[in-house]
C-alpha cells in the first residue's frame, strides 16, 4: 500500500477522551472511530489487524479440530426464556421488538442458538464429539463501557462449543481449548495466563480465564511468579491425544494463578514469599465445562450405543478478538506509540523514502516495494512528500515492526537502512539483503493473508 493512496487518519494531539495508553493510540493511529459510546468502527488500519487476529483465532482453532460456522447476531427470545436466562441476563442484553412485536435480542453469547442447531440435527452418539465455534459480534449493553475497544458494548467474541457424550470427553475438550488457546495467543505475541475463574452466569465448576499482565487491568490477580516462565513455544501436539492435552493443562495450571473472585489465601500463602505476585490483568479469554445445564433444560440428547437417550455434556469457550486489539498495545508500546508483534502486524514493513521526487529515491523504494510485494508480504510505502521527521513519527506511532529507509546518500553506497522498531537499533545493508532478512523474519512469523 502507498500511504499517499491509503486512509490513515492519524491525529498530532492526545484525544482527551482516553484514560489508557491503547485506547489513546488506537485513536492517535487512526485505527477506530467511535460511533456511540462503547461502539466503534473500524477504520483500515484497524480492520486489518482486527483480522489479522481473528485469522490466527481461526487458524488454531482448525487446527485443534474445531468446526468454524456463523451465527445470526439477532436472536429470538424464546430460545433464551427456554434455558431460563432471559430473565437473569438482565440490563446487559440489548433487548428489541420487530414490526410483528415479536422479542428480539442482540445476542451476547450464543449457548442456547448453537444449542437449539445441535438438537435440532443431532440424535446419535455417533455425532460426537463435536465443537463448533465462530467469531462474531456480540452486543452487551455494558453499564461503564470504557477503555475504548478493551470494554465496548459491541465486540468481536470467538465463541465455541463442544458437544460430548461424557463428562470425561468434555474435559477432553476443555483441556484441548486451554492448549489452542496458549497457542493463539503466543502467536499474537502475547502471554496470557491461564486463571483459576468463576463460572458467573454462564455456570458451571471448571473454567480458567486468560490474563495478559498490564497495569491498566480490569481484573486484579494473584501468581507464583513462576507461571512466567512457562511458554507454549512451537511444540508440536496432538490435539486427540487426551494425555497430552491433558499433560500441558498440568503443566501450565498446577501453580497458584487465580482472579480475586477465586483467590484464597491459605494456599497463596504457601508460595515462597520471593515469588508471590499480586497485579493487574486484562482477561483476553475464558472457558468452561458445564456439563448438561444447558442440554437438560433445552433438550439437547443423543441414543447412546444401547438405545437410551441422554443428554450431551457441552462447554463453551470464549476469546475477546476486539480487546485483544488493546491488549496487545497495552503489553506492546513505548512512548512514540505503538510495537506490533510480527504475527498481528498491520503491515509487515514499511518504506521511508527520505527525498521523494529524487530519482534514484523514489526507484529504489519501487524496487523494494515490489521485491517485498513479489515475496507475499505486505508493505506500507511512504511516498508522501513530507519530512523526513514527521514520516518517522507516523511510523513509530503505527508501530510497524519493521522499517526500511531509504534516501539517496545512502543509495550512493548501494545502501539503506533497516530499523528494528522494538529495539531501535539500525543497519546498513543492501537492497536485496534487507529485503531476503524481512522475508526470513515473516517465515517464523506466519500470518494470515491480510485485507
Ligand atoms: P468481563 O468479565 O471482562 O466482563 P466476561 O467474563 O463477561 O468478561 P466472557 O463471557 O467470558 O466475558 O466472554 C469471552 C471474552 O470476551 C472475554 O474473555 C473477553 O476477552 C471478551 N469480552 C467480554 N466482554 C467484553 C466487552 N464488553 N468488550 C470487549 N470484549 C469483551
Ligand atoms: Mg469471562
Not at 451465527?71 to 440489548?94: F, I, N, V
Not at 420487530?98 to 435480542?105: I, Q, S, T, V
Not at 506490533?340 to 523514489?362: M, R, S, Y
Request: proline share 4%; with cysteine.
Amino acid at each position: 500500500m502507498r500511504l499517499s493512496r491509503y486512509f490513515l487518519p492519524v491525529l498530532k494531539e492526545n484525544p482527551s477522551e482516553a484514560q489508557i495508553v491503547s485506547h489513546r493510540l488506537m485513536l492517535r493511529a487512526g485505527m477506530i472511530k467511535q460511533s456511540s459510546a462503547g461502539i466503534y468502527s473500524w477504520l483500515p488500519l484497524g480492520f486489518k489487524v482486527l483480522k489479522k487476529i481473528e485469522g490466527i483465532v481461526h487458524e488454531e482453532q482448525m487446527r485443534a479440530g474445531h468446526i468454524p460456522l456463523l451465527m445470526s447476531t439477532m436472536q429470538p427470545a424464546e430460545l433464551w426464556k427456554e434455558s431460563g436466562r432471559y430473565d437473569d441476563y438482565g440490563q446487559e442484553m440489548l433487548r428489541i421488538n420487530d414490526r410483528h412485536d415479536r422479542d428480539m435480542l442482540f445476542g451476547p453469547t450464543n449457548e442456547e442458538m448453537i444449542t437449539d442447531i445441535f438438537r435440532s440435527h443431532v440424535n446419535s452418539y455417533k455425532d460426537l464429539p463435536l465443537t463448533m465455534y465462530q467469531v462474531q459480534w456480540k452486543f452487551r449493553d455494558e453499564i461503564r463501557p470504557r477503555f475504548g475497544v478493551m470494554r465496548g458494548r459491541e465486540f468481536y467474541m470467538k465463541d465455541g462449543y463442544n458437544f460430548d457424550l461424557s463428562k470425561e470427553d468434555a474435559l477432553h475438550a476443555y483441556n484441548r481449548h486451554l492448549v489452542s488457546y496458549l497457542r493463539t495467543y503466543e502467536r499474537m505475541g502475547l502471554q496470557a495466563i491461564p486463571m483459576r475463574a468463576d463460572g458467573g452466569p454462564i455456570g458451571g465448576d471448571y473454567t480458567h480465564e486468560f490474563l495478559v499482565l498490564a497495569e491498566t487491568g480490569e481484573s486484579e490477580v494473584f501468581y507464583d511468579s513462576a507461571v512466567t516462565d512457562l511458554s507454549f513455544g512451537d511444540r508440536e501436539i496432538d490435539y486427540d491425544s487426551v494425555e497430552q492435552c491433558q499433560g500441558v493443562l498440568e503443566e501450565f495450571t498446577t501453580k497458584y494463578a487465580r482472579t480475586d473472585e477465586t483467590h484464597d489465601e491459605a494456599l497463596f500463602n504457601d508460595i515462597p514469599e520471593d515469588r508471590r505476585r499480586v497485579a493487574r490483568g486484562i482477561e483476553v479469554g475464558q472457558i468452561f465445562y458445564f456439563g448438561t445445564k444447558y442440554s437438560e433444560s433445552m433438550g439437547a440428547t443423543v441414543q447412546t450405543a444401547d438405545g437410551k437417550s441422554t443428554p450431551v455434556h457441552m462447554g463453551s469457550h470464549g476469546i475477546g478478538v476486539s480487546r485483544l486489539l488493546g491488549a496487545i498495545i497495552e503489553a506492546n508500546h513505548d512512548d512514540n506509540g505503538i510495537i506490533w508483534p510480527e504475527g498481528v502486524t498491520p503491515f509487515h514493513c514499511g518504506i521511508v523514502n527520505l527525498k521523494q521526487g529524487d530519482e534514484a529515491a523514489d526507484a529504489a523504494c519501487n524496487d523494494l516495494y515490489k521485491a517485498l510485494t513479489a515475496a507475499g508480504l505486505d508493505p506500507l510505502y511512504d511516498d508522501r512528500k513530507e519530512r523526513a521527521g514527521g514520516k518517522f513519527a507516523t511510523m513509530d506511532l503505527i508501530g510497524l515492526p519493521w522499517r526500511i529507509t531509504v534516501g539517496p546518500r545512502g543509495l550512493k553506497n548501494g545502501v539503506v537502512e533497516l530499523t528494528s522498531r522494538r529495539s531501535g537499533e539500525s543497519e546498513e545493508l543492501a537492497p536485496e539483503a534487507a529485503v531476503a532478512k524481512i522475508v526470513e523474519i515473516y517465515q517464523n512469523h506466519p500470518s494470515p493473508q491480510g485485507f
